[in-house]
């Protein structure tokens, strides 16, 4: 048995096929064309069949084709009511790639969801009851799994974990919000507490020198390099970007108290720089601290291929 997963983003279109081990033996990918939905599904359809062809397999040998899209996807309608990046409000994206495909069942889940589904089906957080699966990117991307099901709310809109505040009037987010999690949490909050430490450090801090003095070539690793080196402003960085991750990551852990929290994206790549200093905040300041059973956080496993995979794998969720 074979499975066909999807991960549309705003810029590329990953399509993968995953085998009865959640392996990906196959994949083929393309640009995000975002004119009209009509397009991205024509887009989404073509890059289906050239993945097909790579696995030397057709659509009858996949039961089903699994979707993970941004967005607010109602699962009940096969609609897209909304996604920010994407051309779609009250899309009937299910209906139309199922067109696409000959006929084909399309299970949608939100693409977080599906790779927090993926984490749980073949990664970091395989044989939990309950888990969350966090990914640090250009925002803070969220799932949730209760009792081995996905949790997506009452209208399909939930675990936007990113969005929850944790400085009151702070940093305006793009939701229309201040203070979100992500605006500090994500790599793109990273890069912004980089610089604005930037503006009050000597030019000759390790901080300027790993950017050639060139603010605008800050990135996610240029603090925790700087750290490395010794450079204080860099610890100093980095101490204030693990702070408000972890107070974020608390709330996480005292609201659901999962069995798993795995975090991912590209930040996720420092390891133990990271993760240590987490576990020592979620230690100290979890609610559930006197409990035998705590949360375990650790790092995920399947990087990039988990919208993939759990997208492959949504119709043994449904």
């Known amino acids: 048995m074979y499975y066909l997963g999807i991960d549309l983003g705003g810029t590329n279109i990953a399509v993968g096929i995953v085998d009865e081990n959640n392996q990906i033996i196959a994949r083929a990918s393309s640009k995000t064309k975002t004119d009209n939905a009509e397009q991205v599904a024509d887009a989404m359809a073509e890059t289906v069949y050239a993945a097909l062809k790579n696995a030397g397999i057709t659509l009858n040998d996949v039961p089903w084709v699994g979707l993970g899209s941004p967005g607010t996807i109602n699962k009940s309608t096969g609609i897209i009511e ?13 209906e139309m790639l199922s067109q696409r495909l000959e006929g084909k069942k399309i299970y949608m889940e939100n693409d977080a969801n599906a790779a927090a ?8 957080l395989k044989g939990a009851d309950n888990a969350i699966a966090i990914t640090l990117g250009t925002g803070v991307g969220g799932g949730i799994i209760i009792n081995h099901k996905i949790y997506s709310g009452s209208n399909f809109a939930g675990a936007e974990l990113g969005h929850t505040v944790i400085v009151v009037d702070g940093r305006p987010c793009t939701c229309g919000r201040l203070g979100c999690w992500e605006t500090y949490a994500s790599a793109t909050g990273l890069i912004k507490t980089t610089k604005e430490h930037m503006e009050k450090a000597p030019k000759d801090s390790a901080l300027w020198k790993l950017v050639d003095g060139d603010i605008n070539k800050v990135n996610g690793r240029t603090a925790f390099d700087a750290m490395r080196q010794g450079d204080a ?4 960085v980095v101490d204030e970007y693990i702070k408000y991750l972890s107070v974020g990551i608390i709330d996480m852990v005292n609201i659901f108290q999962p069995d798993i929290l795995c975090i991912g994206g590209g930040i996720s790549n420092e390891r133990e720089t990271l993760l240590a200093p987490v576990r020592e905040y979620v230690a100290k300041e979890q609610y559930a601290m006197n409990s035998a059973k705590k949360t375990v956080v650790c790092r995920a496993e399947l990087g990039n291929d988990a919208g993939i995979i759990g997208a492959a794998l949504l119709g043994k969720e449904a």
């Open 117 to 124: 589904y993926g984490e749980y089906m073949a990664g970091a």
């Open 233 to 236: 402003e860099g610890k100093a």
């Open 82 to 94: 909304f996604a920010n990046n994407l051309p779609f409000k009250n899309t009937p994206m299910e």
